[in-house]
């Protein structure tokens, strides 16, 4: 073989080589009700697109049981030693925000499927795909001021997601003139939230709005309930999945939250670009995982693989996929992404900003007769 068809050569099996994804969820433990989702998500994400450009995606996939500190070393693991280009994790902030840690010290671009944010260089390597606490809080305020809500008790979660709402709430709240009465927290593996909701029922709000996730965010609403709490009822967008739909049952009924507009789809108008997405995706979560039903969550994990691929095909423009240089690259791509369609949102990222959404990314739905259904 001559010189020339050998460069030739190794120049086409640079450019077919694998690009490999390590992703991270949480398939037990207290998250799995919204870690199980995530992977269903991804799932249908990479049956969606399995190939960039000839160079076909690698799928590498574990679980860290709803502990951050396995979460970072499934980060380290598949990095170090599986050689991955780019991550996707995990279920719950505080595993998010442990792997991207390891992300920033390894230089591996990571796009965080949970509702996580480090400023400044600490989160340089990473974006998040949910919609930030304040968008989303912003949204059931303003819907409680349109109500004629004077006061609302808050619970929620005593970590990373719990501080993100209630901070949300008390910067849009108070302004609104409406005032927080309690900041009452449990942890996600908790059993027994009774005390905490004897104190929310005792400061005699108009209102309650939580701060939990997936299953273990509808013990609040259960322990208002057996507390004769019949008032009005909030919580965002992490509530949105079928096990807390089912656990919550007649203590959820009536509860108004925030969501990606891929949760009402097909109660979209025609010209709304997410309805055909969200079509796209829910054909793709049926090929992948036919027995799994379309969510919030999985459809996060969903835009997630969309935004790797967009910026993929970009990267691979300027490096090829296994080395340090397209690792920079992907990175580059991903927080330069603009007008990305995709079930949640229209995503736009940007080098300082973590969150590539804004208002075309929420609705607000009522839970009727265990169906989400668009407050028009």
Do not use: C
């Not at 049956?47 to 799928?59: M, R």
């Not at 590498?60 to 693991?77: C, E, F, G, W, Y």
């Amino acid at each position: 073989m001559t010189g020339a068809a050998a460069l030739a050569a190794s120049v086409s099996a640079a450019e077919a080589a694998d690009i490999k994804i390590g992703f991270v969820t949480s398939l037990s433990g207290p998250v799995s009700s919204i870690g199980i989702p995530y992977d269903h998500g991804i799932k249908a994400g990479y049956a969606h697109v399995s190939e960039i450009d000839g160079n076909k995606i690698t799928l590498i996939a574990l679980d860290d049981a709803s502990d951050p500190s396995t979460a970072a070393k499934n980060a380290r693991k598949l990095i170090e030693e599986d050689k991955v280009d780019v991550l996707i994790g995990t279920a719950g902030a505080p595993g998010s925000l442990a792997m991207a840690a390891v992300s920033r010290e390894t230089k591996t671009p990571i796009i965080v499927i949970a509702n996580a944010n480090l400023p400044g260089s600490d989160g340089a390597w990473m974006v998040t795909v949910p919609q930030p606490a304040p968008l989303m809080v912003s949204a059931v305020v303003a819907e409680m001021k349109k109500s004629g809500i004077k006061s609302v008790g808050f619970i929620g979660f005593s970590d990373a997601w719990g501080d993100l709402v209630y901070n949300a709430l008390t910067a849009t709240a108070e302004p609104a003139g409406i005032k927080v009465t309690t900041n009452e927290r449990y942890a996600r593996a908790d059993t027994s939230v009774t005390a905490q909701a004897l104190k929310v029922v005792a400061s005699r709000p108009d209102a309650v709005i939580t701060g939990g996730s997936g299953t273990p965010g509808a013990l609040p609403y259960l322990a208002l309930a057996e507390r004769g709490y019949k008032g009005p009822i909030y919580g965002t967008h992490a509530l949105i999945n079928p096990d807390f739909v089912r656990v919550g049952a007649a203590s959820v009924e009536g509860l108004i939250a925030p969501t990606g507009p891929v949760v009402v789809s097909e109660q979209l108008p025609d010209d709304n670009p997410i309805k055909k997405v969200g079509a796209e995706y829910k054909a793709a979560l049926a090929k992948a995982v036919p027995t799994a039903t379309p969510n919030a969550f999985s459809a996060y994990s969903f835009d997630g693989w969309l935004i790797f691929v967009d910026a993929a095909k970009r990267a691979l423009k300027t490096a090829q996929p296994g080395t340090p240089e397209y690792r920079v690259a992907l990175r580059d791509a991903i927080v330069s992404t603009k007008e990305l369609v995709g079930t949640h949102a229209v995503y736009n990222f940007k080098p300082d900003e973590r969150y590539g959404t804004d208002e075309r990314s929420r609705v607000l739905v009522k839970l009727e007769k265990g169906a989400w259904k668009l407050i028009k």
